[in-house]
């Protein structure tokens, strides 16, 4: 059928359904995302059954007079959510995975338009966590039904499951320019976890390490309680600043595609020195990939290790790109470091549970975490823009990357701007706490991942209100 001259549609007729299907060349969404949210709510709606094939794509782009790019593209990305299966020689069919009750999967729904969790504030915009409630697609399902069905191993690997070093060999050569060995990569908990491995086997009690200041606060705790000596490494606008590094460090912690917090990428030619400057006192880097899959605007910088693998270790996590809960994180080091923490695992049974890394293997080897993450990379490029919309006009740190922007403002401001923002249901926090010592920067770590498009843009508005007033106080008491 067709409606307009721009406004062309067809019914898909079947054994067993009837889909109507349009697609409209006048409306600004392109038209593989119209024809593809017709498909998906037909999916998830009952009206399209597991187990039935699909026309294929140049039969359906015939009937909708659109070009076979535009359903292939539906496809795709019905495809890599799960939704539908091809098999080989035969066609394109409805998978076989039931909606949960209640209604439609989330992901049939804008990610912004989830509500916040039941019981949190109203709008949460401190740092460090990412949006959880974009996992629950089918993709996602589907790797945690097929991990469940194996057999857990009656003695574990203490290096992780083959087949999951494996895809992760993969996914850091094509994610990050990193190549190694599968004998160089051991699965872990998450990156603090990596770091706490790497310091048992290396670090004796009163060893000096070096940590960024500001910096990540649970490294600083997590070197501390192995008995070290932690030395706050002065940062700037670029990251780490080399040339302030004491010697006798053993370890040196860094995270150089996206310090945190202030979010500086730290230079080539920086990252080159501070390499060679590890290998004259012999130390190790410990080189946090923190945030290195979320870049807006800027062209991702070569890991550390992939600049000198013998003097670092490469330290990574699905916490931000999946979820904290999910537990699975890797260390890329050199062979004698690997065998020393799987020695030291194996001896205090310290592993990672079988069926997360079964999961995130199922994740990685069919491409749906690197879809998820370009998926959400364009989510929170929305929100982070929300936020410099709204705070441009104040002084922004570390906006070209990540899940956080950092306004800075004068000590006391920082503080009351959280105290008030509380009060009106917005949960912020304040730079202060990532310093070791006396703070040297003041301001405020807005993050973006655990709150919707429109809760930023809510949110951000009452803290413009606020900062706003909180600088304008100074002035108004000297006028008075």
Known sequence: MATSQRETGTTLSRDHFDLPLVVDRDAGTPLSVQLGGQ????????????????????????????????????????????????????????????????????????????????????????????????????????????????????????????????ALVDYLRRSRGVTCPVDRVLVTRGATHGLDLLGAVVLRPGDRVGVEEPGYTKARATLAARGAEVVPCPVDASGLIVDALPDGLRIVYTTPSHQYPLGGRLPVPRRQTLLAWARRNGTLIAEDDYDSEFRYDVAPLPALYGLDPEVTVYLGTTSKTL??????????????????????????????????????????????????????????????????????????????????????????????????????????????????????????????????????????????????????????????
């Open 39 to 166: 498909l998906r709510a037909a999916l998830s709606e009952g009206r399209l059954k597991a187990g039935e094939r699909l026309p294929s794509s140049r039969a359906l782009a015939s009937a909708l007079g659109v070009s076979r790019t535009v359903v292939s593209e539906a496809f795709e990305q019905l495809y890599a959510e799960g939704w539908i299966e091809g098999r080989h020689g035969s066609g394109t069919y409805v998978a076989d995975i039931a909606p949960p009750s209640g209604g439609l999967l989330r992901a049939a729904r804008p990610v912004a338009a989830d509500p916040a969790p039941a019981g949190e504030a109203a709008i949460d915009l401190r740092p460090g966590v990412p949006w959880v409630h974009g996992l629950d697609t089918p993709a996602w399902r589907r790797a945690w039904r097929l991990a469940a069905t194996v057999t857990p191993a009656g003695r574990p690997d203490p290096r992780g499951l083959p087949g999951l070093r494996a």
């Open 323 to 480: 979820a904290p809960d999910v537990g699975v994180g890797w260390l890329v080091a050199r062979p004698d470091l690997v065998a020393a923490i799987t020695d030291l695992r194996e001896s205090v049974n310290d592993r990672t549970a079988v069926v997360p890394q079964e999961a995130v293997r199922i994740l990685l080897e069919r491409g749906d975490l690197d879809r998820h993450v370009r998926r959400m990379r364009t989510e929170y490029a929305r929100r982070r823009a929300a936020v410099v919309a709204a705070l441009g006009e104040f002084p922004l740190l570390g906006d070209t990357a990540g899940l956080h922007i950092v306004v800075a403002l004068p000590p006391d401001a920082a503080a009351w701007v959280v105290e008030r923002a509380a009060e009106h249901g917005v949960l912020l926090a304040t730079l202060d706490r990532r310093f070791g010592g006396p703070p040297s920067v003041h301001g405020l770590e807005i993050g973006y991942g655990s709150a919707t498009e429109a809760q930023v843009k809510s949110g951000c508005s009452l803290v413009r209100a606020l900062v706003r007033e909180a600088l304008s106080g100074p002035a108004r008491a000297a006028a008075g």
